[in-house]
């Protein structure tokens, strides 16, 4: 095996060994929350819908690709590249925007109790499925075209003009004004929720800040403990700061490689391009369970519940010695 495929293979491994054991943790544990408490709160849903899309897409292209690279596994046939291209877009473009819309939520979610923005932020709690409907839709549409130009590797010549290396498959548009308005569109697609979820984190940094002198004031003035009521909210508000920081930083360097694709001759070749891409691309969606694991206190609850369930069962089944 060439040394290049090794270390991608390992750099993908180090992905989907992550990615996909906290993805799915955070899944478990909010199934559990529903189990006993039997109904789970809107930024809940968030998160659950959240976690769900990054499982999809470390599933879709870390697994895969690793596999690929170890070549344990060949997926990529036109057929399998046009399913894995159009679900890992779709994907990915969830996530992007399910992420926008925690920060959106935990930003309503510090407003003042009677406001205006308290009251929008339970409409966008009540009619919640039907942004995820929407969402679902727009960017299932969006990821279609890609998917349709999308081939295998043994299917496509190296010399084939407006195409896109995504690796072990190809995106062949037909025209290069197609192939630069698919571009456009991605990054456009990618850049909207990046401004507005920036925009919702200054504003709970503010508040924040604000807040943090404010009790500061009053410990000054009284000497006692003051503003413990919505710890939990603030706790949540920072964490929702800390996934957008993620995001803006991995997403920035992915779209910073895509707009170069577009816009550089001859990136049928350039696999190393590709390559990062992919890996910044799906570098949040497996580094962003660990950020909701340690912050989300229903997550962590459940998970610390669990491991010590099985370690009395474990000690109840081991046989005692004298």
């Avoid at 997550?299 to 109840?316: D, S």
Wanted: proline content about 2%.
């Amino acid at each position: 095996m060439p040394s290049e495929e090794f270390i991608r293979g390992m750099l993908y491994l180090s992905l989907t060994v992550v990615g996909i054991p906290g993805n799915t943790a955070i899944i478990l544990a909010f199934v559990s929350v529903l189990h006993w408490d039997n109904r789970l709160l809107a930024a809940d849903v968030i998160v659950l819908h959240l976690a769900f899309v990054n499982l999809l897409v470390v599933t879709m292209r870390c697994l895969l690709e690793t596999l690929a690279s170890f070549r344990l596994v060949d997926i990529f046939s036109e057929a399998g590249c046009k399913g894995v291209i159009f679900i890992y877009r779709t994907a990915r473009s969830l996530s992007i925007w399910l992420t926008f819309v925690l920060s959106a939520y935990q930003c309503l979610s510090i407003a003042p109790p009677g406001s205006r923005w308290s009251s929008l932020r339970t409409s966008l709690a009540r009619y919640l499925w039907v942004v995820f409907l929407t969402l679902w839709l727009v960017n299932t549409c969006m990821s279609s075209a890609a998917a349709l130009f999308s081939l295998g590797a043994k299917n496509v010549s190296m010399s084939a003009n407006h195409g896109i290396n995504v690796q072990f498959c190809f995106v062949s548009f037909p025209s290069k004004l197609s192939k630069e308005a698919n571009g456009a569109a991605q990054v456009g697609r990618d850049v909207v929720p990046m401004v507005l979820m920036t925009l919702a984190s200054l504003i709970i940094l503010i508040f924040l800040y604000k807040h943090s002198q404010q009790v500061k004031g009053l410990r000054g003035s009284s000497g006692g403990r003051h503003g413990g009521g919505r710890g939990s909210e603030r706790r949540a508000a920072k964490a929702v700061v800390a996934l957008v920081t993620l995001y803006v930083v991995l997403y920035g360097v992915d779209n910073g490689l895509w707009v170069y694709t577009l816009t550089v001759r001859k990136t049928m070749s350039n696999s190393l391009i590709s390559d990062l891409r992919i890996f910044f691309s799906s570098l949040y969606s497996a580094l962003s369970p660990l950020v909701i694991i340690a912050s989300n206190r229903k997550v962590n609850g459940r998970l610390r519940c669990a491991v010590q369930v099985k370690t009395i069962e474990e000690q109840a089944t081991t046989p005692a010695t004298v």
